[in-house]
């Protein structure tokens, strides 16, 4: 998948930088790496009958409010995906979750949600290439081209309010 990944991203002239390291499951453990990395949360939700997934690209330092996202996305009750899920829609196990999931053949329905703050920032975004054990960082403007390369419906939205003190 590692050469599949790089394929796409060169057919598309974006630049990217690799960095291999040991897995990494959560945000937290993000801190053990030996960079300082702008953490990127990528969370697989779907609906409890179903019907609709949402693949949720935000702030890896936030927690995803599911009452509030529900209400933005008009959807009903939302849950995480399970293990399962997550193989069969993005062909991932947990921790690998990423817009590369995007590219296996079970995604076709996913809606991408992406936090604005993460693209306004103009940070270096991490990505893991479907395998936890390395990460892809590309530019943030670069993000929106991927998406609408890789044809998926997508909505950038405000996940939450920043309150600055």
């Known amino acids: 998948m590692k050469e599949h990944i790089l394929l796409f991203l060169n057919e598309l002239e974006i630049q990217y930088r690799w960095m291999d390291h040991p897995a990494v499951f959560t945000v937290a453990e993000l801190k053990n790496l030996p960079e300082d990395i702008n953490p990127i949360k990528n969370l697989l939700l779907q609906e409890d009958d179903g019907s609709r997934k949402f693949l949720v690209v935000m702030d890896g330092n936030e ?57 306004k920032n103009g940070e270096e975004l991490g990505f893991h290439p479907n395998d936890n054990t390395a990460t892809i960082f590309i530019p943030s403007d670069k993000l929106i081209p991927i998406l609408v390369k890789i044809g998926c419906k997508f909505t950038i939205i405000r996940l939450y309010d920043k309150i600055i003190t």
């Open 63 to 119: 927690r995803l409010d599911l009452k509030a996202i529900r209400q933005k996305l008009d959807s009903k009750r939302l849950r995480f995906a399970s293990s399962e899920t997550l193989k069969q829609t993005l062909g991932v196990a947990p921790g690998a979750v990423s817009i590369f999931g995007l590219l296996h053949g079970g995604s076709i329905d996913v809606e991408v949600i992406v936090d604005e703050e993460i693209i």
